[in-house]
């Protein structure tokens, strides 16, 4: 098969988020699986200067944006060998930063556009075009309206990913003609609730729409999940699926990772007890080997369970845990986590920011990764935890309920701790009796060597990917 994947970024060029993670990694996964898939991003500026220097410039076109006609620049890479185009026009691209901008709805249009006009100029037609979140929602869209009357355009496929159902692009219904360039009867395909919203768009025009994990897409047709589109998606139910993402093993190993002072595997895990005396010197804390210390590497926002650590932290520390944390976000959190900071040192770690080498030696050398979630469509550091050794806590919902099963379970099958209501209290009894089982050395060892074993790479879920897309051909 040939897949074009289109992003809004993709690892190693650009990254704000888990779907860079994904575009960096699934088709990797599916190139090993025989089939030729290619990634398609827009061109920021952003992007570090080494890579830039690997670019190849391959062409240029103009692309029809309503009454504009923008260049567009198609620049090449190979990496890891899959081949990478960016799509380059400095008006929309060469800016600090990539989302957040006034004329977001115009930026991303243009790219949405350019993708599909792209296919007039290169030596690559896919047979699927597989788009993700709102910034690309409107690929499938301006395919339906302008290009299936073009011969090789006519049985292109296409797929639609949510990884986030709570950003949708939503705007005003008067930039559908002079910004989108859309006709008027395109305004039933993306009007909903009394604006434009691309997500809806390609909820319509997409052969399927998958979601990051089995469990979101069942959640996403409830209204505490949906953000509004719950009876849309319920509509399109027959055409929706959820496949589980998975993690790059050979970026994320602890037998190999140049970020941690030592290296570990489930055999050996001396270099792990290494690791954590090494977090704790980093984060000020002091250097105990028999606390639990609890890692978190989050972003600041409420979605994130952070008002349930907030209610019951005292407690955590009470209890005689300990908690290192990284992130940025909302400014209360932000205070709230420094203030704890203050009021128990050597007990409490925080970074403020963005620190991926902190990132790592948090998964390796903490005992538990806590993640409450009010919703999380997959979550990939839970998986990361697992490949580090250190043992989730979470609560059940979207990918975390898919990937982490509680060491509880008759089964024996567990690899972390669970709780189902979102309640501070059933979060701190996860805590308590992942607590208890720490005190138990060689049970605790037996957990961490089976969580490190645990396979989330992305063979599994590349094979669904590969029958989704046969289901649609």
């Known amino acids: 098969m040939k897949i074009l994947y289109a992003a809004s970024e993709a690892l190693p060029f650009i990254a704000s988020g888990g779907l860079?993670?994904?575009?960096?990694?699934?088709?990797k996964a599916l190139r090993n699986r025989q089939h030729a898939c290619r990634v398609v991003i827009p061109y920021y500026s952003g992007i570090k200067q080494e890579l830039k220097e690997n670019l190849k410039f391959i062409t240029y076109f103009n692309v029809p944006l309503a009454?504009?006609?923008?260049?567009?620049?198609?620049?090449?890479?190979?990496?890891?060998?899959?081949?990478?185009?960016?799509?380059?026009?400095?008006?929309?691209?060469?800016?600090?930063?990539?989302?957040?901008?006034?004329?977001?709805?115009?930026?991303?249009?243009?790219?949405?556009?350019?993708?599909?006009?792209?296919?007039?100029?290169?030596d690559f037609e896919p047979e699927i075009i597989h788009v993700n979140d709102w910034q690309t929602?409107?690929?499938?869209?301006?395919?339906?309206?302008?290009y299936r009357n073009i011969e090789k355009y006519k049985n292109i496929k296409t797929v639609f990913t949510i990884h986030n159902i709570q950003y949708q692009g939503k705007y005003g219904l008067e930039i559908l003609g002079d910004v989108l360039g859309l006709p008027p009867y395109a305004q039933a395909s993306l009007e909903f609730d009394g604006c434009l919203n691309f997500m809806k768009g390609a909820i319509e025009h997409a052969d399927v729409i998958s979601t990051v994990s089995p469990t979101y897409a069942q959640e996403i047709m409830d209204p505490w999940y949906s953000h509004g589109l719950d009876s849309i998606l319920h509509a399109k139910r027959y055409k929706l699926k959820g496949i589980l993402n998975g993690i790059d093993t050979s970026i994320y190993d602890p037998s190999s990772d140049q970020n941690l002072c030592e290296d570990f595997t489930p055999e050996d895990?001396?270099?792990?007890?290494?690791?954590?005396?090494?977090?704790?010197?980093?984060?000020?804390?002091?250097?105990?080997?028999?606390?639990?210390?609890?890692?978190?590497?989050?972003?600041?926002?409420?979605?994130?369970?952070?008002?349930?650590?907030?209610?019951?932290?005292?407690?955590?520390?009470?209890?005689?845990?300990?908690?290192?944390?990284?992130?940025?976000?909302?400014?209360?959190?932000?205070?709230?986590?420094?203030?704890?900071?203050?009021?128990?040192?050597?007990?409490?770690?925080?970074?403020?920011?963005?620190?991926?080498?902190l990132a790592r030696k948090i998964y390796a050398g903490s005992d538990v990764f806590l993640m409450p979630s009010k919703s999380e469509p997959c979550g990939l550091a839970q998986m990361v935890a697992l490949r580090y050794g250190t043992i989730p806590v979470v609560r059940e919902t979207g990918g975390l309920k898919d990937s982490i099963i509680d060491l509880g379970a008759?089964?024996?099958?567990?690899?972390?701790?669970?709780?189902?209501?979102?309640?501070?209290?059933?979060?701190?009894?996860?805590?308590?009796?992942?607590q208890k089982l720490y005190a138990n050395k060689d049970e605790w060892n037996q957990a961490v060597k089976n969580a490190m074993q645990c396979d989330f790479s992305w063979k599994r879920s590349a094979a669904e990917y590969v029958e989704m897309y046969k289901s649609i051909l």
């Open 20 to 27: 860079a993670d994904v575009a960096g990694s699934l088709p």
């Open 67 to 122: 009454w504009r006609n923008q260049y567009c620049g198609v620049f090449e890479a190979n990496v890891n060998g899959v081949i990478y185009y960016l799509l380059d026009n400095e008006y929309y691209f060469n800016r600090s930063g990539i989302y957040g901008f006034y004329d977001d709805a115009e930026r991303f249009a243009f790219f949405s556009k350019a993708v599909v006009e792209m296919l007039e100029y290169i």
């Open 137 to 146: 929602a409107l690929v499938p869209v301006y395919l339906d309206y302008f």
């Open 269 to 357: 895990l001396t270099g792990k007890a290494a690791d954590k005396a090494e977090l704790q010197r980093l984060m000020d804390m002091e250097e105990n080997p028999d606390t639990m210390l609890i890692g978190m590497v989050t972003r600041l926002v409420s979605h994130k369970g952070l008002d349930l650590v907030k209610y019951i932290f005292n407690e955590i520390i009470n209890k005689g845990m300990s908690v290192a944390l990284l992130g940025n976000g909302d400014y209360a959190y932000e205070e709230f986590f420094q203030e704890m900071k203050d009021r128990y040192p050597g007990r409490v770690g925080v970074k403020i920011g963005f620190i991926p080498e």
């Open 410 to 434: 008759p089964e024996g099958k567990g690899n972390g701790f669970t709780f189902k209501t979102y309640n501070a209290h059933d979060m701190l009894g996860a805590l308590e009796r992942a």
